[in-house]
């Protein structure tokens, strides 16, 4: 974030220097055409650019009717989900039993996510 800021500073205080190194006449008439063009890109960028939230959802992870697992001696078990897509959307429905025996076992039976890289 602060370096596009710090960029956008650097770009503004460049064209600052620039404009008032050449003068005020061609000053007005470049300023004139900067406008014009960005003026054009504002009315075509709702037609080139995505619309925010116009994306088809993602289908989501689904974990159903599984059957039961145990976990023994530090192990895991999971009839649920797993996953390391946090943004997608997830369901777990009618998952079997699991079971945990012994230290450091974990059992899922919903959903876990894994933390992303």
Known sequence: MWAGRIAFGAIVGALVA????VGLDEAD?????????????ALGAPYLLPRPGGA???????????GSARAAAGGQA????QTLEAGRPAQV????????DG???????GIQRWPGP
């Open 18 to 21: 620039y404009l008032a190194m």
């Open 56 to 66: 088809l959802p993602a289908e989501p992870n689904r974990a159903e009717e599984t």
């Open 29 to 41: 008439k470049l300023a004139s055409c900067m406008g014009a063009v960005l003026a054009l890109g």
């Open 103 to 109: 230290r450091g076992s974990v059992a899922n039976t």
């Open 78 to 81: 999971n009839t649920g989900l």
């Open 93 to 100: 429905a009618r998952t079997g039993d699991t079971f945990a």
